[in-house]
């Protein structure tokens, strides 16, 4: 941003917004996401912006949640926040392959009509509240929403000029900010509780993370409410009250690009999720209290590994060589699962793990011997 509040990576392709119409910045960032134009309605999705798990290296990931499913005694996978279903697509395949077990349950849910992509199997609902009205298909399911809660539009504020906390206007057309009113008492009463400003420097930020909460807390609650339970898997770029970013984190993303947040639909717009706040709603609503980890050990813990073994050798176990293709894809698959581990990229997002009618799940540990403490961990919940 310049020192005028401009934001010169502003894309001219917007959608209809007027300059100078400035707004709270969650009403402009739910109308940049999810209005009749907004980006997640954008034919390309998610993927045609920025990468994360599901894009990066679906199979592993396909296999991992597979797995976490069965351990904790799950018949379905529900993905919410689905995107164009590519995660869907991987464990449909991988469950079709499979011999043995009955095939996991699959369904999708995104603000988009069902993707054209999916095998016929796995079911979709198009949007949130189709999902929640569908009781027995939250019944028995690992509900997974991965990087949902970071694009649940959510009120800024700004400590201004005499240490009052305010909320921030954004202009949608250009990303211009200024200052508007105190917030009102709940997301006042939620700052206070969970990122408290009192006190500090001019221009310190928060994200009032209240709407993410209340998503992820009307899904337990509706988990909650099913004969055999859920567990629910929140997975997002995430903080603890000990790790707050001072200036917030609000962030755009187009074209595989960091660029300035501006709510003008050209732009992916996200923040980081307060975790311990969404544990904490979540709990109130039925769910257990829960576990935050990061992806990089959960991962693991399901068998996923980079490292020295998993190297995938050039002959058979009779000794025979390997054909050249076979080995290719070896190697590439390694190198995705690195790049789900990677502590300073996917591997550092944070898994919120809980369950709603049913006990807490456990992960088992990783293998091998236990790494350093990671200091950019979210700390406890």
């Known amino acids: ?170 202009d949608p057309a250009t990303g211009r900010e200024r200052l508007g009113d105190p917030p009102g008492p709940d997301d006042a009463a939620w700052l206070a509780r969970w990122w408290p400003l009192d006190g500090r420097p001019t221009g310190t930020r928060a994200e009032v993370g209240r709407p993410r909460d209340a998503l992820w807390s009307a899904l337990a609650a509706r988990c909650a409410a099913t004969p055999h339970g859920a567990v629910l898997l929140a997975v997002d770029y995430a903080h603890t009250a000990a790790t707050r970013p001072p200036a917030g984190s609000l962030a755009g993303y187009r074209g595989g690009l960091l660029v300035d947040p501006v709510p003008d639909g050209s732009c992916d717009v996200t923040a980081h999720v307060a975790l311990d706040a969404v544990a904490a709603a979540a709990g109130a609503a039925g769910a257990s209290a829960g576990v935050v980890v990061r992806q990089r050990g959960a991962l693991r813990s399901l068998g996923l590994s980079a490292g ?14 390997l054909p050249a293709a076979t080995i290719l894809r070896a190697l590439a698959e390694r190198s995705a699962v690195a790049e789900l581990l990677d502590p300073d990229g996917l591997g550092g997002f944070s898994w919120l793990l809980s369950a709603a009618g049913r006990p807490q799940p456990v992960l088992p540990e990783p293998p091998g011997p236990p790494g350093p403490p990671d200091p950019r961990a979210p700390g406890p919940v």
């Open 308 to 321: 020295p073994g998993a190297h995938p050798g050039s002959h058979d176990p009779s000794g025979a060589p």
């Open 1 to 170: 941003m310049d020192v005028d509040g401009s934001h010169p990576q502003s894309d001219p392709r917007r959608v209809g917004v007027r300059p100078q119409d400035y707004a709270p910045w969650v009403t402009a960032w739910a109308d940049a996401l999810y209005g009749p134009a907004g980006f997640y309605r954008r034919p390309e999705g998610p993927a045609g912006h920025f990468r994360t798990a599901s894009h990066a290296a679906p199979g592993p990931l396909a296999r991992a949640l597979a797995r976490l499913a069965r351990q904790t005694g799950c018949s379905r996978v529900v993905d919410v926040g689905a995107g164009r279903g590519e995660l869907l697509v991987a464990l449909a395949a991988l469950e079709d392959a499979a011999d043995g077990p009955v095939p996991l349950g699959l369904h999708g849910c995104d603000v988009v009509p069902r993707p054209a992509t999916l095998p016929d199997r796995v079911g979709w609902s198009a949007g949130l509240q189709a999902l929640l009205a569908d009781l027995p298909l939250l019944d028995d399911a690992l509900v997974v929403g991965w990087e949902l809660l970071d694009v649940v539009p959510c009120p800024v504020v700004e400590v201004d000029g005499t240490g009052a906390v305010r909320e921030v206007l954004v």
